[in-house]
């Protein structure tokens, strides 16, 4: 199985992260904090990275957190990326409360 | 549940796929899958629960919860809580039945915290799953994962408690069980109910309008509670917290999240309320020990994560 290097240029941190394991993931085996941990299911926000440097598939993430734009500036939720080659990746600052709150999907049927 | 309001009934809740997260509720929860609708959403009630449904997902680009139900005694009940609501000065939406499938027509509005609730007084009677109504064995063989009993409750995060707490007690005819209070005397939690529980929905003060905490299941014993936090490293479920025992409501409790990243609930005991019971106060300066009971401190992650 392939791995991959992942580098928090944030933090100075680095570590493992084995195919099709999640960037956060990795970095939770690993005993390492240096992205905050949220519901690991790409929908509060709060493990967003930048990723600087290197190929990644993107699993399923909220619109609010990663809208298209970001996603394309490698603004990422760390949950739910999987490294294809080595990472550099840099801490963000999660959404802000009321960043979100005019985007908010409202109550459907 | 003096105004009619008799229990809660529904949740919506958005899925970011609906593959996993059907997963997640039937073969971890343990709930069944009872109907699909042409808009894709999937319903599905826990066996104990008499009506067709309680949990209905959503396939979306955002996680969170569409809007919570609470079913009324009878249509009678419907049109006067709806006018009672109007005097209020509450806005609301009429949806007509069959929206949801075999649910009879709902009254929709937004309370002040920005949260969605529905009433609603007819939903198809399909009895309790896998047992009898005659002569009833104990439980239903054929139950997956933590066999959720029912669906509970939900706790929102959002502002304007006060307004919150005024529609729901002084409209349809909730108690305050529980609350916290900041050293101001300022609200930051309200635990109401409008059945012997010490909780049929909750709020707790956050800026942002309309958000999200969990939505709860409940379980017979502390047993079924650490058998579910089996079932969670079992299937490398996202664990939030727990098992462990809650301050407020004095409940017994693990949190783990949804493929999506919202967050479930599944407890067992807790405190019981009849409408003679004064509220049961909180400091602020307590809310670790308020929130979680053992381990007294407050939790960054419970506090923040939300959908």
């Excluded at chain 1, 290097?5 to 084995?18: A, E, K, L, R, S």
């Excluded at chain 2, 304007?160 to 707490?165: I, N, P, R």
């Excluded at chain 2, 409940?218 to 047993?223: A, N, Q, R």
Aim: glycine share 8%; hydrophobic share 35%; charged share 25%.
């Amino acid at each position: 199985m392939a791995r991959f290097q992942v580098y928090n240029c944030t933090t100075g941190d680095d570590f493992t992260c084995q195919e099709g394991q999640s960037v956060l993931k990795a970095m939770e085996q690993w005993g390492l904090k240096c992205v905050p941990v949220g519901c690991r299911g790409g929908g509060c926000g709060i493990c967003k990275v930048r990723v600087i440097e290197g190929e990644y598939r993107c699993g399923k993430m909220s619109r609010v957190h990663a809208p298209p734009e970001a996603i394309e500036q490698g603004e990422v939720l760390a949950c739910r990326i999987y490294p294809v080659t080595d990472l550099t990746i840099e801490c963000l600052e999660p959404s802000a409360p009321g960043d979100t709150s005019e985007q908010t999907t409202r109550a459907l049927r | 549940m003096k105004k009619g309001v008799m229990r809660p009934g529904h949740v919506q809740i958005r899925v970011l796929d609906m593959g996993e997260a059907v997963k997640h509720y039937t073969e971890l929860l343990g709930m069944i899958e009872t109907d699909r609708d042409d808009q894709g959403r999937v319903y599905l009630k826990a066996w104990t629960e008499v009506d067709k449904f309680s949990l209905v997902l959503r396939e979306a680009d955002e996680p969170g919860c569409d809007f919570m139900g609470f079913k009324v005694v009878d249509e009678d009940t419907l049109v006067q809580l709806e006018k009672d609501l109007v005097a209020y000065g509450v806005e609301v939406e009429q949806v007509p039945a069959e929206d949801l499938k075999d649910c009879g027509r709902r009254v929709r509005f937004t309370v002040p915290s920005g949260h969605a609730f529905e009433l609603y007084a007819d939903k198809k009677y399909t009895g309790k799953w896998g047992v009898s109504s005659v002569n009833p064995e104990a439980w239903p063989r054929g139950l997956q994962g933590m066999k959720a009993v029912r669906f509970d409750h939900c706790l929102f995060y959002g502002p304007e408690l006060a307004a919150t707490y005024d529609i729901f007690v002084n409209v349809l005819g909730f108690h305050l069980a529980e609350q916290v209070l900041d050293p101001e005397g300022t609200r930051v939690a309200q635990f109401l109910t409008v059945s012997m529980k010490e909780h049929d929905v909750a709020f707790i003060h956050h800026e942002e309008k309309g958000k999200f905490h969990h939505a709860s299941f409940f379980l017979d014993t502390w047993e079924a509670v650490l058998r579910a936090a089996d079932l969670i490293s079992m299937t490398d479920t996202s664990i939030d917290i727990g098992p462990t025992r809650h301050g407020l409501t004095h409940g017994q409790t693990i949190y783990f999240f949804d493929p999506s990243g919202n967050r479930n609930e599944v407890f067992c005991g807790g405190d019981y309320f009849y409408p003679d019971h004064k509220p049961v106060t909180w400091q602020a300066e307590q809310l670790g020990k308020a929130i979680f009971y053992h381990d007294r401190q407050v939790n960054e992650r419970f506090m923040t994560v939300l959908t």
